[in-house]
């Protein structure tokens, strides 16, 4: 399956622009059957204004994914923010199947505190698995949110039930200077001959969810500073992407 990984510069709390961005970026080669990681948030950016940016399952950002994954035949997973109960949002990943079907819906275990995150977002309380691909060769992935990936019982609850892939999505915004940096990631978990993957820019892992691992890491592109793309192998060794704006590509 390839994976491929949108490296957006997105526009402050613009959808209409965002989305556009994301289309025209997408529109250059997304084979069938492939699997599509869109940023936490990826419509708006990194915001604490729920009030502005919140939707329902009909929204935008939602009939974007959907009709991406139609367009496409492909397997189509990004950020949005929704309600919750209690009127606080809601951080979710939500995946599209190649019918722009809904197949699962993630809200992030632990939102980031020391960015006000916890005073505007609800925790989501459940570790959430799905299949992508076909028979034979399909995987088991899950989706995590930025943040989540500092908290390793979340990878091993996945894990249990049958995690074979991460997908960590993240939108990070560092200072006014790095304002709404997006970096996002796949881990895929390990046995003999198989690799995990995991956020390996900003905020890295001091330890591996398992002894050998490769890691891939894709930050956002455009005027302000940004992170590249990147691939680190067990050993270390790294491959980075462009700077610019586009899909980075693996194969899992």
Not at 47 to 60: K, L, Q, R, T
Request: proline fraction near 6%; hydrophobic fraction near 45%; charge should be positive.
């Amino acid at each position: 399956m390839e994976i491929l990984g949108c490296q957006l510069d997105i526009a402050w709390e613009d959808k209409a622009a965002n989305l556009a961005a994301a289309g025209s970026i997408l529109a250059a080669d997304v084979p069938a059957g492939a699997l599509v990681v869109l940023p936490e948030m990826f419509s708006t950016g990194f915001s604490m204004n729920v009030a502005g940016i919140a939707e329902g399952p009909d929204g935008p950002g939602h009939a974007f994914l959907a009709e991406t994954a139609r367009r496409y035949q492909a397997y189509v997973i990004g950020g949005v923010v929704t309600r919750a109960a209690d009127g606080k949002g809601r951080n979710e990943a939500v995946c599209y199947d190649p019918a722009g079907s809904e197949i699962a819906r993630y809200a992030k275990l632990h939102p980031f505190g020391f960015a006000g995150e916890t005073a505007h977002y609800a925790a989501g309380d459940e570790v959430v698995t799905f299949r992508v691909g076909g028979d034979p060769g399909q995987i088991v992935a899950a989706p995590l949110i930025c943040y989540d990936l500092r908290f390793p019982e979340a990878f091993r609850l996945a894990v249990r039930r049958g995690a074979e892939l991460f997908l960590v999505i993240a939108n990070i915004v560092l200072t006014l200077l790095f304002s709404s940096l997006v970096a996002y990631a796949f881990a895929r978990l390990t046995w003999p001959g198989r690799d995990i993957w995991y956020h390996a820019d900003q905020l890295r892992l001091r330890r591996p969810h398992r002894p050998s691992v490769r890691r891939k890491a894709s930050g956002r592109a455009g005027q302000t500073p940004s992170r590249r793309s990147r691939v680190s192998s067990p050993s270390g060794r790294q491959a980075q992407s462009p700077r610019s704006k586009g899909l980075w590509s693996r194969r899992a």
